[in-house]
C-alpha cells in the first residue's frame, strides 16, 4: 500500500513537472482551430505530447544523462546539443513562457494589464518559483502531494462546467488542420516542449524516488512507472482540455491562442467566478513547470560551470527569463515553433536510439542517423514540410547498424 501511494505521489509529480503554459493552451487551440479534424489532429497531438516525453524519461533512465546519452554520438555533439536543449526548455523559451501566460490570465481576472504590472507578476513569480527551485529534493512533496491534485481538480471544474453548459457547442474550426490533420498534429505537440523537458527532468525524478525512500537497485524501474503513470494524467487532461476547446466555439470567435479560449469557456460557466478559476489553474500550472525547469538548469550548469552554485545558476535565469517574458505570449510561441522543429528530430533520433540493447556497442548507429536528422530538419522546417526527416534518418539508422556490424568486436 505504501508503494502504491509512493508511486502516485511519483506520477503526479512527473505530471506537475510536464504540466505547464504550452499544454494548458496548446490542446484547446488544436481542438478549437481542427473542428471536424479534431480527431486525427489530437492523436498526432497526443503522442508527441504524451509518448515521447514519457520514451524521454525512459531514455535518461538506461543512460543516467542526456548528455551520457548524445556522448554516444560524439562528446562536442554532446555538449552542444545539452546546451542548446537546455536554454531551449529553460530560460530562452519554454520559463518565459510560464510567466507570460499565467500573467495574460491573471490580467484577465484582474481587469489589469499593463507593462508595469506584467513585469512586476513576472518579478515576484520567478522569485518564488526560483526560492522553491532550490530543494529539488522536496519537488515530489510539493508538487506531488498538493499543487498537482489541486490543478487536476480544477480542471476538471473547468472541464464539467464547459460540458454542461447548454450554450456551448462546437463547429467547423478554421481549416488548417484539413490538409494533414495527422502530421500537423504532431508538429503542435512540440511546443509543449515536453520531449525534450522529459531528456532533463530525468535526474530530477530519479533524486525524488530516492528521498521517497526507494532502494537504489529499484530507482530505475521507478522512475519509468513514475513516467508512465504521469503520461497518462497528461493524456487525459488533454482530452479534457480539447473537448473544452472544441466546445468553446460558441463563446469566443477568431481566438488567437488557447489561453483565451479558456478564458472564454470560464467565464461562459461563471462571468463572476470564471476569472478567477482560469487564473488559478494558469498559476499553478505554470508554476509547477517553472521549478522544474529552473532546477534542472540549475543543477546542470552548475556542474558544467562550477564557479557559480546551483543557486547563484537559478537566479541568473530567473532575471533572464523576467526580460524575455516581457515579449508577451505570442512573440515567444512565434519564436519557439522553427526552433523546436529543428531540435526536436534530433531527440526524437536519440531516444529511440537508447531503447537499443544496452549490451552491445554502437558508433555509426548513434553518428549516421543523429546527423542525418539535424541536416534533414534544418531542411524540413525552411521548406515547410513535416517529417521530411523521417526517411532519411531510418535509412542512416540502418546503414549505422550495417557498418557497426561488420566491424571487428
Given at each position: ?342 531540435i526536436y528530430p534530433a531527440a526524437i533520433t536519440l531516444m529511440i536510439l537508447a531503447l537499443l540493447p544496452q549490451k552491445n556497442t554502437y558508433h555509426f548507429t548513434y553518428i549516421l542517423p543523429v546527423s542525418t536528422s539535424l541536416v534533414f530538419s534544418i531542411v524540413s522546417t525552411a521548406a515547410g514540410i513535416s517529417f521530411l526527416w523521417v526517411i532519411p534518418v531510418i535509412s542512416a539508422a540502418v546503414a549505422g547498424m550495417l557498418v557497426d556490424r561488420r566491424k571487428p568486436a
Amino acid at each position: 500500500m505504501q508503494s502504491l501511494k509512493r508511486r502516485l505521489v511519483m506520477g503526479f509529480t512527473v505530471f506537475a513537472m510536464f504540466f505547464g503554459a504550452g499544454n494548458l493552451i496548446f490542446p484547446s487551440f488544436l481542438a478549437y482551430q481542427a473542428g471536424s479534424d479534431v480527431i486525427p489532429a489530437f492523436a498526432g497531438f497526443a503522442l508527441s505530447a504524451t509518448l515521447l516525453p514519457v520514451l524521454a524519461i525512459i531514455a535518461v533512465t538506461r543512460t543516467c544523462s542526456l548528455e551520457k546519452l548524445a556522448n554516444r554520438v560524439h562528446p562536442v555533439f554532446s555538449r552542444v546539443f545539452t546546451i542548446i536543449v537546455y536554454l531551449a526548455i529553460g530560460p530562452l523559451l519554454a520559463i518565459p513562457r510560464t510567466a507570460s501566460t499565467s500573467h495574460e490570465m491573471v490580467a484577465i481576472a484582474a481587469g489589469m494589464d499593463s507593462g508595469i504590472a506584467a513585469f512586476a507578476y513576472s518579478a515576484l513569480f520567478f522569485t518564488i518559483a526560483g526560492l522553491v527551485a532550490l530543494k529539488p529534493e522536496k519537488l515530489s512533496n510539493r508538487l506531488g502531494k498538493i499543487s498537482s491534485p489541486l490543478l487536476i481538480l480544477l480542471i476538471i471544474i473547468l472541464f464539467a462546467g464547459t460540458l454542461l453548459n447548454p450554450d456551448a457547442g462546437s463547429g467547423n474550426g478554421t481549416g488548417v488542420y484539413s490538409a494533414a490533420p495527422l502530421s500537423r498534429g504532431f508538429t503542435e505537440g512540440y511546443q509543449t516542449m515536453d520531449a525534450v523537458a522529459g531528456l532533463v527532468f530525468g535526474s530530477i525524478i530519479a533524486m525524488n524516488v530516492r528521498k521517497a525512500g526507494e532502494k537504489e537497485a529499484n530507482v530505475n524501474k521507478e522512475c519509468i512507472i513514475a513516467a508512465f503513470a504521469g503520461g497518462l494524467l497528461l493524456l487525459a487532461v488533454y482530452c479534457a482540455l480539447a473537448v473544452t476547446g472544441a466546445l468553446s466555439q460558441a463563446f469566443i470567435s477568431n481566438a488567437s491562442n488557447g489561453a483565451a479560449i479558456l478564458a472564454a469557456a470560464a467565464d461562459a460557466i461563471s462571468p463572476s467566478m470564471g476569472k478567477s478559476l482560469i487564473a488559478a489553474i494558469f498559476i499553478l500550472a505554470c508554476f509547477n513547470t517553472c521549478t522544474g525547469l529552473l532546477s534542472s538548469c540549475g543543477q546542470y550548469f552548475s556542474t558544467l560551470v562550477p564557479t557559480l552554485s546551483r543557486g547563484k545558476w537559478i537566479a541568473v535565469f530567473s532575471i533572464i527569463s523576467l526580460v524575455i517574458a516581457t515579449a508577451g505570449l505570442d512573440t515567444i510561441v512565434k519564436i519557439s515553433s522553427p526552433a523546436l522543429e529543428i531540435i526536436y528530430p534530433a531527440a526524437i533520433t536519440l531516444m529511440i536510439l537508447a531503447l537499443l540493447p544496452q549490451k552491445n556497442t554502437y558508433h555509426f548507429t548513434y553518428i549516421l542517423p543523429v546527423s542525418t536528422s539535424l541536416v534533414f530538419s534544418i531542411v524540413s522546417t525552411a521548406a515547410g514540410i513535416s517529417f521530411l526527416w523521417v526517411i532519411p534518418v531510418i535509412s542512416a539508422a540502418v546503414a549505422g547498424m550495417l557498418v557497426d556490424r561488420r566491424k571487428p568486436a
